[in-house]
């Protein structure tokens, strides 16, 4: 049987025995881990944070072509709002990692910064993850299948991104010192010593380039999950408040909104800086001098 948020946002019906499927979950109020499947068109799987996904990206693309259609030697409204933006993160990226790295990785940095800010603001919005298909149980209806979920909200997204940095990584790290200076980087001793101290330090250097190395696989593990559980967590958080006292439901979770979109900023900056400094890590050596991140 189908409730009234399905009837009302005039959803399809889904079978009996899908619903029946779900009723072993009334009870269970948190939002669930795993991100529900829609449909699977010619065998994709298209899950609710895929949607919201697209949504955004969809959204900025059409916000940056209607704000940079028309531009204007002295800029107004939405083109002025880009401009502010990516000047501010431009120069605060390469007081950073340096105008040299900024000029080549830029394009990645602000990218994902906007993204992850504008998909974590957009989870907030009253609908995503109350509006779906479930079922009317004795403490109210119970959304199980909602149709939208926030995108950080799922592992597969957060962990893709940090897939795809590490890569970009990869390209840059070889880019800038080579295959030999990236192993050197890892496993040369640095400073300079002789004698039976410098055999010493080859011998430490060469460990510490194997632990190096595991910190740098576990890389996109600690983003991942750094960027989903801060998400996952208050997007809980709301749904607890919601439920917290009966006919409160709408009130309570109203200033913690307020710090889920603080949470937002702070997590997208987070993973802006973490991937940014990973880079610096791996080609500071190309800025020279204590001022060379401005020459």
């Known amino acids: 049987m189908l409730g009234a948020i399905t009837e009302a946002a005039g959803l399809p019906a889904r079978g009996d025995s899908q619903v029946r499927a779900f009723s072993a979950r009334a009870e269970e109020h948190a939002l669930p881990q795993k991100a529900v499947e829609l449909a699977r068109p010619s065998g994709f799987s298209v ?18 072509q209607a704000a940079t259609r028309q531009m204007k030697r002295v800029p107004t409204g939405a083109q002025n709002f880009w401009e502010w933006l990516v000047e501010s993160l431009y120069n605060f990226l390469e007081g950073i990692i340096g105008r040299h790295l900024v000029q080549r990785t830029f394009w990645y940095f602000a ?21 779906g298909w479930g079922q009317r149980g004795p403490h109210g209806f119970k959304i199980e299948e909602p149709l939208f979920r926030g995108a950080n909200a799922d592992l597969n997204l957060t962990l893709a991104m940090a897939l795809v940095f ?25 400073g300079d010593t002789t004698g039976f101290l410098k055999v010493l330090m080859v011998v430490v250097f060469f460990a510490a380039g194997w632990i190096e190395i595991i910190s740098i696989l576990f890389r996109p593990i600690s983003l991942s999950f ?11 958080m709301l749904e607890t408040m919601a439920r917290l006292v009966p006919g409160l439901g709408w009130l309570l979770p109203v200033p913690f909104y307020f710090l889920e979109l603080l949470v937002g900023l702070v997590q997208a900056l987070v993973f802006m800086l973490l991937t940014a400094v990973f880079t610096l890590l791996m080609c500071q050596h190309e800025e020279a001098g204590p001022g060379g991140a401005h020459d």
């Open 166 to 190: 590490m890569a970009c990584w990869l390209v840059w790290s070889l880019r800038e010192v080579g295959p030999m200076g990236f192993v050197k980087e890892l496993f040369a001793p640095k």
């Open 226 to 236: 750094r960027l989903y559980g801060n998400i996952f967590a208050g997007e809980n």
């Open 111 to 131: 990218t994902i910064f906007i993204f992850i800010l504008a998909a974590n603001w957009v989870g907030l919005i009253p609908g995503v993850g109350t509006v």
């Open 47 to 64: 899950t609710n944070s895929m949607v919201v996904t697209w949504i955004v990206a969809v959204g900025l693309i059409v916000f940056v």
